[in-house]
Structures are given as structure tokens and as C-alpha cells.
């Protein structure tokens, strides 16, 4: 796997499609598809064990994971053009959602976030995830690269709207990783250092005004993350438990199943976002260097797809999703490991739930479709 | 124009991906020594947590306060119950597994329309109920066949419950399960182990206090998890019982008072600003939402035309109506704008000058000669039409309110109704247009945009009982700690209001006296000779009479009839309660609404001035001999 190479702009004159073999005919990636299945598998065998044995959840999550492959499936036959023509149309819809969530969500007291679609569940933030990238990189393929400023300024509103729209709701995670896409695509588009370290000291400044906006569970998350022995019956209680399971998992780990802190219970939320832990306790510091290097490895992947991509706006696109993909990880263990403050944001593809699941899947079968549908066109 | 330039895009793009892709080793690489740093340096550390982390933290909830009446009738208590209960993440087939409870434990579909409602609020491993308060035969039935239900089970709490049921349901309001709204304004963990909280009422302005403070136990678990022992507990602390001014007894007697009339009663001692009664009919069963209302139950309340769920005491706002004479009297006689023994003529209407519209008195053919004393003993409009006009509508509203008009009270109950004191710049504020002298002249007599509350009307009431004392009314009297049995009292709190000149206001209350003792008094059929009482009728129109047409109460149908109220203090010369009654399309004041009132001042003063004796008194008075 290489990322980089003198020879990336000339293709072999022959038809890539064949020479991938039948995988990209049906448009999947192959070392894309391998690693994700991997990490999903990994993912079931820890889940087994966090569930406490249960074979029904994991026998849920298993469906999950189906539907979720299918749906990458599916999106990977989208060809690329058709994805950037729907960009601003997805980003309107998606950003008109989020107002009538505010304007309605409140007749439900939240019950009303979500779309019920049987086995999974549907919030509009969620497809805004998708949707912002998608939104940027069609709007900055347009002209050349890198953006004029203003240009670049519309680009940031662009963020901007929806990411307050479901900071208000209140989710700051999910608000978090929508903007992190917005700016990823920025960055990769080449936008100069300038900005960026003004937006990093834009954002240190804000962080007062940020305290200001804050509910107070969420003060209480960032005062726990500064203090967790201070709050040993709520949020701390996570956090502390959390690093005793992965501290005392050691080089090998207790042994699959034998996690005291999972199977007895201390470990809160072991199934979902503190699923890392368990893996931690169980299979050690050898367990969780597997598991990092299947993640970098996907990443790599994308990256890769990234920068073979034949246009702009698949080049962005495949970029920013890839990313994200990257902060999820990293935020999610940083959390668990006591780096972050505790933030709502899964494990992907590892911990319990369907939500943010059928998010990254989508998002990987748009970059199996943007890779899959190149051209051998030369430019 | 620049034209796209592919590969120079495409290596631009390279670089910043090859940025990205060392940024993201570089930081799995700062997550990985973050990780080697717990488990290998910090490794020995944390096994012997682990292995001493046989101690487990379990959250003590601690028991909700009571509430007691002012003679220690309790309010509010605490039951044990029992529920059953399942984990949806442990049950394969819910539906399946409710039929099959059926067989041995009757739900009810109100049953499981709150189970399927509660278990989408919460997550798969949270116990959700889904029959509350089974009897004891219930749950041993269940008992027998547990084993039968994996994921099932019963369980044991203390559950709120009103004993009052109707009487007192918007002054206690209710508790009901902690929802996503609510955890965004607690602390969570001191609510570890609450399910219910305060939604309304006191139990909602005092919760915090009726709370108290979660507890810990530290148990140490064997292998399998199973509590061994309990290492240490640091107990809940109880949250504190309220001791209410408000005494049940005599809010029961001014609902009954109100008849089959939907209404208000606000009794305040006028010493301390205690809120003795603060009745609002009709009303509704608290305990119905400790559980959970059914939609359906909740529909019904909500859609009855009578409104059972408002609270009238605190949010209802009625035109003042004649009541509001006093108040603009002793403004006159302040303000110097009228003097006690001013005369004028009351030909039956009123006329701006140089305007054709007559103001109407009640009285069709007039009152003749008019001074202060019989225009608030008579309840003269004209006289008022008048001297509102001369005073000016300025004048007017500043004197008004610092009796509390247009303001809300500040009573220790959330969500009061501030109602409107009309004044030019209420009106420029709000409707953007300038104020017309006709407003003046109708305000004059609590009609056209004044509003007030009857608690507002019972606090003004008290202010001028007690010489210019204006007592923020408030509902508990004191606070007690359920171990030490230590009382906090509620201080009383007052503005007090400035006299210009005290002979003003001593005539107003001997005109007040009037009213109820005087030949012509509208309330003279509450008189009594065991007390003296001060008061004023007022009658509040529903709609509007036109201008040659006659107001016929006999002949209006009930819902157009007008509001009957009354606000009263007694015993003259030391006045221990100051009351305001609201009866809705009662028709006249003096004959709906003053009843009431004596009703529950005889029921209060006759055993404090007469002690045992009373009893004998009430009986043979009959608490106001009118209909």
C-alpha cells in the first residue's frame, strides 16, 4: 500500500475494473472491505463478552452489521458524478431536518429526534454528517483550488449553520464530528496555514464562551474529566473504572470473558461507549495494538482511495469521511483512556448501536464507489 | 480567471494527505503510549485496584420530604408499593411475554401504552415498569411463577401519595418520573437511584429541599458479583418536610363553599403573608400522574371545558371589577384628588365631555348624591368614572401598583400570572398604541384591560387589613429537618407601602366596614355579630353589555353569566385573615361570592376568638344564612 508515488498520475492504459478483479466489478474495494470486516468481526467477539454472553445482542448487532454492509453496498453503485449532483440537495434537506427538529423535537421531549426504521434508528444529524462534506467538497470542485477567501467564508458558513443547529439540540458530540468533516475538507483542499492556526486560536478563545453556552451535564463532563475522584458516584465513577479495567488488563490481558471489571459489572455502558475498555481488560496492550493497527490500516486505505481519486470532489470527499472516521477513533479512546473528557461518541464499528454504524458504512460505500468508478480517461 | 489546474490540485492534495496521514499515526501513536503508560507502567497499580475492586458503589436514594398542613395533617406521603418490572434487553419476545403475565397478573391496556412510552425513553437495560401498586396477593401470585419470566421481576419502592386527592392538587402539585427535560436542570448523581421528581406546585418550587441528598453504600462482591457485605455507608439525607400556612381543613370548606361554581378562594393572613387557603376549582387527582397518566386520562383533563388542571388561585385572571374600589379611593384621597366627604351627583351614567357615550352605573336610575363612604358602600360607578377620570390614568396605575397590581406576587409557587395593570405605558408596550380617557374611565371600575389574579387580589387586600404592609404570601410556613427536628422558618418578607396621610386610609376601611354592616352595604347578608368584616363586592362582566341594552342576570345562560367576587379582612381591629373569592358566572358579588367568603371565616376565627364555644356559633349562624 503506498500513499504517495511519481507515478500517480499516469494509469496503466488498462481497464482497472478488470484488473481488480470481480470485487470491483460489483464496485467494492477489497483491502477496504477486508479491513472493516475484520475490525467488525473483533468488534463481535468483544461484544459477546461486554453483553455478558448474551448471544441475542450479539445476534442483534450481527443484523445490524448486515444491514449496514448492504447499505455500503448499495451506495458503492452510486456513481461519484451522481453523488456530488445530490451534494447541495442532501445538505439542504439534511439542514432543513435539523430546523424542524428544533422547531418540533420539543412535543416528544426528544423522542421526536428520531426516525424509526424498524431495526435501526434515524437522527437528521446523522445524515448531516454525510451530508456537510459532501456539501463543501462539491462547492469547492467547482472553481480552483485552493479556495478564494471568500469563497473560503461561504465554505465555513456552510459549516457553520448546521453545526449550530445541532450544538442547540443539544449534542455537542455529534456537533463536534459534523464540524471536524466541514474542516477536514478545507484542509485537504489546500486552504493556507494562516486560517487554520487562526481558527485553532479562534477556538482556544472560544473556549470560555463555550463554558457560558454549556448545560450543566455538560459542565459536570468537563469538570469530571478535570477531576473524575470528585464525582465518584456519577460521570468520575465512568472514568475511574474505565482506567482501572484498562491498567489492569497489562501486555496480555486477563483472558477473553475473564475481565472482572466488565463481567462484575463496574464497568458502566461496557457494551456501547466504553467498549474499549473491555477489549483493553480482556486481550491487553497486544489486543488493542491489533485493533489500532486494523483501524490504520482502513484509514491508510482511505486515504489511499483518497488520493487516487480522478476529480476533486472525490478526492475531498473520500479524504474528510476517512478522517472522521479517524476522529471517532480517537476521540472514543482518548475518552475511555482518560486523555478526552467523556463525549457520547461510539467506537466505530465496535460498540452496540446501529445509528452511527449505518453513518460510517454509507460513508465507506461512497469512497468504494469513488474508487471503483474510475475512469481510464487521461487527463 | 484561473483555469483548474489537475495536477498541480491533485499533488496539492497529496501533500496535505500525506499531513493527514502522519497526523493521524502520530496521534494512534500518543493514544498507544497512553495506553502502554496504564498498562505497563501504571500496570501494578492498577491490578491491585482491580483486585481490591471488590468494592462496589451503590446509590442510596434518599426519602422525599413530607408535607403537612398548618394543624400537621399530612399532605403528602410516602407509601411503599410494588411493581413489576421488565428489562427489554433480557427479554427475547416482549410482546409474547406481556400476554403470557396477563395470565397471571391483570394489565390493563392503559398499562401498556405507558410500558411501551416509558421503554422508548429508556435504554434496553433499564428496568421499565409495567403495572405499578400490585397488591400483595399480586405480587406473591407473581412470586410463584418468576422463574417462568426471565427479565421480569418485582420491585419494591416508596411512591408518593396525596391524601388530600383533589382538594389541594395544584398548591402540592405532583411528582412524576424524571424526564430527559428534567435531568438537563439536576444533578445527576444525586439522583442515582431517584425515579421521581417534582413537576408542579410546591413540589416542584421546593424541590431541591424536599430531595435531599443521595447516599452511598460500599458493598464488597464476591467473584460472581453477589453483595458479601457492606464495607460503609454514608446514609441519604432525607430531604425536609414542609409545614405548610395552609390549613387543608378550610380549603376544603372554601371548595364546598364554591358550590357546583368553578372558582378560586385566596385566604392570606395579612400578619405574615401565610397563605392559609388557595382553593381552585375544579380540580384533579395528583396521584394520577405519580405513576404515569394514561394518554387518554391526561387527554380528558386536558379538554375538559371546565380546565381542571389550571390553577385559578395563581394563574386565573379576572377582571377586578368593583373590588378594585377601595384601592382607587384611597388613591384619590392620596393623591389629594378627591376629599372623604366630596360629594358628587350620580345620575345613572357618565360623560366625557364633549363625547356622546354614557358610562353606565349599575344602578339604572342613579345613586343621587355620592361621597367616598357610600360609592364603596353602594358600589357606585358613576362616582368612580369620575374620580378615575380627574386622578388621571397616571396617577392612577402608580398608586396601584405598589399594592402588587400588574406584578407577580412572588409567592414560593411557580408559574403565577402577573395579569395587567393599565397604564400608558402597559398599553404603548404592548399593543403600540397611545391611551384613550374612555380606558381611564373603565378602569376606573376594574373593567377594560385590568386583570388580576385572586392571590393578587388577596395580598392587595391584606396590604390595606394590615396599614400598608404589602406580605409576599408564601405557602410554607417552615422547613424541618427530619433528623435533628430542627425548624427553619420562612421569614416573612414585605414592601411597605407609604401613607400620605393615615386618616386616608382609616376611612377607607370604615367605608369597607360599610359594605358588609352598613343598611345599604352590596354584602350586607354576610353580616355578623360575632365579628367584624370588612369588604368589597365586585362583579366582573364575561362580555360586554351594549350600549342601550340591560344586563339581566336571571336571563343569561350560565356560561355568559358574570363573575361574582369578593374580597374581604376580618376582625376589623386586628385583622387575622384577608380573603379574595372568585366565583365564575356566580352573577353578583354580594350574593355568590361573599357567602364564600364568610363560610371560611367563621370556619377560621370562631375557634381563635371563641375557642370551644364555637361550634355552637356556626351551627346556629349556619356560616351565612344567604343562597
Known amino acids: ?379 | 480567471m484561473q483555469i483548474k489546474d489537475h495536477l498541480r490540485e491533485e499533488q496539492a492534495f497529496l501533500g496535505r494527505a500525506i499531513i493527514a496521514g502522519l497526523l493521524v499515526i502520530l496521534s494512534l501513536g500518543l493514544l498507544l503510549a497512553r495506553l502502554a503508560q496504564l498498562q505497563i507502567v501504571e500496570h501494578d497499580h492498577f491490578t491491585t485496584l482491580s483486585k481490591d475492586n471488590r468494592v462496589k458503589l451503590i446509590p442510596l436514594p434518599p426519602t422525599r420530604g413530607l408535607v403537612y398542613d398548618r394543624k400537621g395533617v399530612l399532605l403528602a406521603q410516602n407509601r411503599p408499593a410494588y411493581s413489576l418490572e421488565l428489562v427489554p434487553e433480557q427479554v427475547k419476545d416482549i410482546d409474547a411475554t406481556l400476554q403470557r403475565l396477563r395470565q397471571y397478573i391483570p394489565i390493563s391496556e392503559d398499562d401498556l401504552e405507558r410500558f411501551q412510552r416509558l421503554k422508548q425513553r429508556k435504554r434496553r437495560f433499564d428496568s421499565v415498569p409495567i403495572r405499578v401498586n400490585l397488591d400483595l396477593e399480586e405480587a406473591a401470585r407473581f412470586a410463584v411463577v418468576r422463574h417462568l419470566f426471565p427479565g421480569v421481576d418485582i420491585k419494591a419502592q416508596l411512591l408518593r401519595h396525596y391524601t388530600s386527592g383533589t382538594a389541594a392538587a395544584h398548591v402540592l402539585g405532583y411528582v412524576g418520573r424524571i424526564s430527559k427535560k428534567d435531568l438537563e436542570s439536576i444533578d445527576p448523581s444525586n439522583y442515582a437511584g431517584t425515579s421521581h421528581i417534582g413537576k408542579t406546585g410546591l413540589e416542584k418550587s421546593y424541590e431541591a429541599l424536599l430531595h435531599g441528598a443521595v447516599g452511598v453504600q460500599q458493598v464488597e462482591v464476591n467473584s460472581v458479583g453477589r453483595i458479601v457485605r457492606v464495607l460503609e455507608e454514608t446514609p441519604p439525607l432525607p430531604g425536609q418536610d414542609l409545614h405548610l400556612n395552609l390549613d387543608i381543613d378550610l380549603q376544603k370548606i372554601a371548595l364546598e363553599a364554591l358550590g357546583d361554581h368553578n372558582g378560586a378562594v385566596v385566604a392570606i393572613d395579612p400578619r405574615t403573608g401565610g397563605v392559609l387557603v388557595l382553593a381552585s376549582k375544579p380540580g384533579y387527582d395528583p396521584n394520577l400522574f405519580v405513576e404515569g397518566v394514561s394518554s387518554k386520562a391526561y387527554k380528558a383533563l386536558r379538554e375538559d371545558r371546565d380546565r381542571p388542571l389550571y390553577d385559578r388561585a395563581l394563574r386565573g385572571q379576572y377582571p377586578p371589577g368593583s373590588t378594585v374600589k377601595p384601592f382607587i379611593g384611597l388613591a384619590g384621597l392620596e393623591t389629594g384628588t378627591i376629599r372623604y366627604d366630596t360629594s358628587i351627583y350620580c345620575p345613572g351614567y357618565y360623560q366625557l365631555l364633549g363625547h356622546e357615550h354614557k358610562y353606565r352605573d349599575w344602578k339604572k336610575w342613579g345613586h343621587g348624591p355620592v361621597d367616598l363612604d357610600k360609592a364603596i358602600t353602594q358600589s357606585c360607578d358613576v362616582y368612580y368614572y369620575k374620580l378615575a377620570h380627574d386622578m388621571g390614568i397616571d396617577a392612577m396605575s402608580g398608586f396601584l401598583a405598589q399594592f402588587g397590581f400588574g406584578q407577580r406576587t412572588g409567592i414560593d409557587l411557580t408559574g403565577e400570572s402577573r395579569g395587567i395593570l393599565p397604564s400608558r405605558e402597559w398599553k404603548r408596550r404592548t399593543k403600540r398604541q397611545p391611551w384613550y380617557p374612555g380606558e381611564t374611565v373603565i378602569a376606573g371600575i376594574g373593567q377594560g384591560y385590568f386583570l388580576t389574579t385572586p392571590l393578587q387580589l388577596a395580598t392587595a387586600t391584606a396590604a390595606i387589613a394590615n396599614n400598608g404592609h404589602l406580605m409576599t404570601p408564601h405557602v410554607v410556613a417552615y422547613l424541618e429537618d427530619r433528623q435533628s427536628h430542627a425548624r427553619s422558618p420562612i421569614p416573612p418578607n414585605q414592601k411597605t407601602i407609604p401613607i400620605h396621610e393615615q386618616a386616608d386610609w382609616d376611612d377607607v376601611r370604615t367605608a369597607m366596614s360599610h359594605v358588609v354592616k352598613g343598611l345599604h352595604g352590596t354584602a350586607k347578608r354576610i353580616r355578623t355579630d360575632f365579628y367584624a368584616i370588612a369588604g368589597k363586592t365586585g362583579t366582573a362582566q364575561v362580555f360586554s353589555v351594549g350600549q342601550e341594552e340591560e344586563y339581566e342576570a336571571e336571563n343569561a345562560s350560565k356560561k355568559n353569566r358574570d363573575h361574582a367576587l369578593f374580597i374581604a379582612y376580618a376582625p376589623i381591629e386586628d385583622p387575622q385573615i384577608a380573603i379574595a373569592v372568585v366565583v365564575e358566572n356566580g352573577g353578583h358579588g354580594g350574593s355568590a361570592a361573599a357567602p364564600v367568603a364568610r363560610k371560611v371565616m367563621d370556619a377560621y376565627l370562631l375557634p381563635r376568638l371563641y375557642g370551644d364555644a364555637a361550634d355552637g356559633l356556626v351551627d346556629r349562624k349556619g356560616g351565612g344564612t344567604s343562597s
Not at chain 1, 122 to 128: H, R
Not at chain 1, 275 to 288: K, N, P, R
Open chain 1, 1 to 379: 500500500m503506498r500513499l504517495s508515488g511519481p507515478d500517480l498520475g499516469d494509469l496503466t492504459p488498462t481497464d482497472p475494473n478488470r484488473r481488480l478483479g470481480v470485487l470491483a466489478r460489483i464496485h467494492l474495494d477489497l483491502p477496504l472491505l477486508t479491513g472493516l470486516v475484520l475490525v467488525a468481526t473483533f468488534g463481535l467477539v468483544v461484544l459477546y463478552s461486554a453483553s455478558g454472553q448474551d448471544m441475542a445482542q450479539v445476534e442483534r448487532q450481527l443484523l445490524r452489521f448486515g444491514l449496514a454492509f448492504g447499505i455500503m453496498f448499495g451506495v458503492a453503485q452510486i456513481r461519484p458524478e451522481q453523488l456530488s449532483r445530490w451534494s447541495p440537495w442532501l445538505y439542504l434537506i439534511g439542514t432543513l431536518m435539523l430546523v424542524g427538529v428544533l422547531a418540533f423535537g420539543d412535543i416528544g421531549k426528544g423522542a421526536q429526534r428520531w426516525l424509526d426504521l424498524g431495526v435501526i434508528r434515524f437522527q437528521p444529524s446523522e445524515m448531516v454528517k454525510l451530508a456537510v462534506p459532501m456539501m463543501i467538497a462539491w462547492y469547492l470542485a467547482d472553481k480552483p483550488l485552493p479556495p478564494s477567501w471568500s469563497r473560503l467564508g461561504l465554505a465555513a458558513a456552510l459549516i457553520i449553520v448546521p453545526v449550530l443547529l445541532i450544538a442547540k439540540q443539544p449534542d455537542l458530540g455529534t456537533s463536534l464530528l459534523v464540524a471536524s468533516a466541514g474542516i477536514f475538507v478545507l484542509f485537504l483542499a489546500g486552504i493556507s496555514w494562516r486560517p487554520i492556526l487562526g481558527l485553532l486560536t479562534l477556538a482556544g478563545a472560544a473556549a470560555p464562551v463555550a463554558w457560558y453556552l454549556m448545560r450543566d451535564y455538560q459542565k459536570q463532563r468537563v469538570l469530571t474529566f478535570l477531576g473524575p475522584e470528585k464525582d465518584p458516584l456519577g460521570a468520575g465513577y465512568h472514568i475511574i473504572q474505565s482506567k482501572i479495567a484498562i491498567g489492569s488488563g497489562g501486555i496480555w490481558g486477563k483472558g477473553w470473558l475473564n475481565g472482572t471489571q466488565s463481567q462484575l459489572d463496574f464497568l458502566p455502558e461496557r457494551h456501547t461507549d466504553f467498549i474499549f475498555a473491555v477489549l483493553s481488560e480482556e486481550f491487553g496492550l497486544v489486543g488493542v495494538s491489533l485493533l489500532l493497527a486494523l483501524y490504520l490500516f482502513v484509514i491508510l486505505r482511505g486515504l489511499y482511495i483518497a488520493s487516487r481519486a480522478q476529480d476533486t470532489y472525490g478526492r475531498l470527499l473520500a479524504g474528510s469521511l476517512t478522517l472522521v472516521f479517524f476522529v471517532y477513533l480517537f476521540v472514543n479512546v482518548g475518552m475511555v483512556s482518560g486523555l478526552l473528557p467523556v463525549v457520547g461518541v461510539p467506537l466505530p464499528l465496535v460498540s452496540y448501536g446501529g445509528t452511527s454504524l449505518v453513518t460510517l458504512m454509507t460513508g465507506f460505500g461512497m469512497l468504494m464507489s469513488i474508487h471503483t468508478h474510475r475512469k481510464l480517461l487521461p487527463r
